[in-house]
């Protein structure tokens, strides 16, 4: 790996740091050599600080290390993407990144579809929204209608309609989604249990 240190008259370059597992970012810092060096040595990222004028390896005080997973270098070779596993806060203020976000994973759209349903659950009525209608029947009504949508996907999955497959395919999640958050869980407590799984 050829990283061009040299293309700032300080030898330092750019290191994003990300959460591996929720691909957030957390913090950004900058490296010369001997904090790279240290880096995979040690398996705790560790920067070169422009403050205190020396190498410091992030959680050397609070014990919230960035340990260690994968690295890479952009296309110009002067930008580190650093993917790590944080053992606690990344920010030095106590938060979860440097820009005050939780670091929970995301979904991005289906995690916003989860979003709308939590409201049309909260705010909506049944004359007004499809979602509340469904909550308002209550949990037979809803484990039903997933039942149907699943049948439907198995019935369009031996045919040879895409278009109507993929259809199904997306009714079957919505209402899935739906009874989730009946039964009063997220996807994420899904992928929870499939991730415990692979251990």
């Known amino acids: 790996m050829n990283i061009d240190f ?10 994003i740091i990300q959460d591996n597992e929720t691909k957030n970012v957390l913090m950004l810092g900058y490296m010369n050599q001997d904090a790279l060096d240290t880096t995979l040595a040690t398996k705790k990222v560790t920067f070169f600080s422009r403050t205190k004028n ?3 390896t992030k959680g050397e005080e609070s014990g919230s290390f960035l340990n260690l ?3 890479a270098l952009d296309c110009d070779n002067d930008t ?3 993917q790590v596993k944080p053992a606690g806060p990344t920010c030095h203020k106590g938060t979860d990144t440097c820009w005050n976000k939780d670091n929970t994973q995301n979904f991005g759209f289906l995690s916003q579809l989860e979003q709308i349903i939590q409201q049309r659950k909260e705010q909506a009525t ?3 929204s499809y979602v509340a209608s469904l909550f308002e029947k209550g949990i037979n009504k809803i484990a039903q209608k997933v039942g149907e949508e699943a049948v439907e996907v198995v019935i369009e999955a031996k045919d040879s309609n895409d278009n109507l497959f993929l259809s199904e395919s997306a009714d079957l999640l919505f209402h899935y989604l739906i009874l989730l958050q009946a039964k009063g869980f997220q996807l994420n407590d899904v992928v929870n249990v499939l991730k415990n799984r692979d251990k």
């Open 6 to 15: 040299s293309k700032n008259s300080d030898g330092l370059i750019p290191a």
């Open 69 to 71: 997973v994968s690295f």
């Open 54 to 56: 020396r190498l410091w």
């Open 126 to 128: 049944s004359e007004t």
């Open 80 to 82: 580190l993407l650093i």
